[in-house]
T-cell receptor, first 115, second 109 residues
């Protein structure tokens, strides 16, 4: 089934450790996004990529980095995890770039707990 | 600042109709989206409005008034599986998607 996959499904991480969340899509969408979702708050954009080879900062980029080496993969790295990064992380993609009205489609999410 | 307001929680009865409101204040407007999110799952796309009026899609309809900064999602013939959170999101003038915190809809038999 076409769509977006994320790994791991959940993770408990010690503070200070490095962690990479993986995201892969097989829809050949140009744009990809990383969001975090916290209780009582709307989804907040961390980083995005309009096309392979380009990335941009969202609303809450500090402490996170991304890369977009190819169309399908968009990993999110926490260089040194802190407890405030405990959240549910969603990867999304859209056919056109972030500067369009195109619908975004979401992966199943990664639940990350930083202790 | 930019803001999307939705009720935190609503309760409705199976078989009934419910209207979930969303008001927004954003810098510009390039469309409004509604997503459904079941607990522990990903948001899934429901509807998109960019012009004023009502868009109907089966049991779900979405309405937009750009002059009032207002939208609603109307769910008819409620089923237990409609118990979920409903997220309203607006694309601003920079095409950034601004998300509301979501409305948790509880359906009772």
């Amino acid at each position: 089934i076409a769509g977006i996959t994320q790994a791991p499904t959940s993770q408990i991480l010690a503070a200070g450790r490095r962690m990479t969340l993986r995201c892969t899509q097989d829809m050949r969408h140009n744009a990809m996004y990383w969001y975090r979702q916290d209780l009582g708050l709307g989804l907040r954009l961390i980083h995005y990529s309009n096309t392979a080879g380009t990335t941009g900062k969202g609303e809450v980029p500090d402490g996170y980095s991304v890369s977009r080496a190819n169309t399908d993969d968009f990993p999110l790295t926490l260089a040194s995890a802190v407890p405030s990064q405990t959240s549910v992380y969603f990867c999304a993609s859209s056919d056109k770039g972030a500067d369009s009205t195109d619908t975004q489609y979401f992966g199943p999410g990664t639940r990350l707990t930083v202790l | 600042g930019q803001n999307i307001d939705q009720p935190t929680e609503m309760t409705a009865t199976e078989g009934a109709i419910v209207q979930i409101n969303c008001t927004y204040q954003t810098s510009g407007f390039n469309g409004l989206f509604w997503y459904q999110q079941h607990a522990g799952e990903a948001p899934t796309f429901l509807s998109y409005n960019v012009l004023d009026g009502l868009e109907e899609k089966g049991r779900f309809s979405s309405f937009l008034s750009r002059s009032k900064g207002y939208s609603y999602l109307l769910l008819k013939e409620l089923q237990m599986k409609d118990s979920a959170s409903y997220l309203c999101a607006v694309k601003d003038s920079n095409y950034q998607l601004i998300w509301g915190a979501g409305t948790k809809l509880i359906i009772k038999p």
